[in-house]
């Protein structure tokens, strides 16, 4: 049970760092490169459909993190035994509890985007869903928090690659199996 809950830990967390990613390469699409200028060569269906994009991949990014963090705070308390042995155990952890409130943030704020586009129909609500959707791209809280937590997760991912802090102690295993 602990090796499905950890691959799927390790395939949420990847699924939640690469759409994080590629929603920042549809989001700043839109603007002209070095600026926060919206390109004027655009049409309005082409800015509803980055905007639209950029929400789809919101779900999936809020999804796979409410996973990951499902599941690392279970394969955590489920394995606090083994935190002294294996100290990157702890310090997903404390990643995961840092990370929670961040993308709490992001999650409301990307709810806040979607829900713009389950009463439109077409480019008629550009209007409202484009401040939003700019709002969420050049607020500086939002771009702080957004690049803190890939940052913190891209650390999360290494931790998780090479387990660092684990020491061997045959007579530590011998207890732990009790």
Known sequence: MRKLLTALYCSSLCIWLGT??????????????????????????????????YAQLG??????FGIMAVVGLTLSATNFRRWKQHGWLLMTLIFIVLLLPAQTFQILADARLWDLFKDSAGTANLANITPVFLE???????????????LMGLTLAITLATQPLTSYNPSAEHIESR
């Open 136 to 150: 969420r791209l050049t607020g500086v809280e939002h771009s702080m928090v957004s690049g803190l937590s890939i």
């Open 20 to 53: 994080s990613v590629a929603r920042m390469v549809v989001g700043y699409d839109v603007f002209v490169p070095g600026t926060v200028t919206l390109k004027s060569w655009y049409t309005p269906d082409r800015m509803y459909h980055a905007e639209w994009l």
């Open 59 to 64: 779900g999936w990014t809020g999804w796979s």
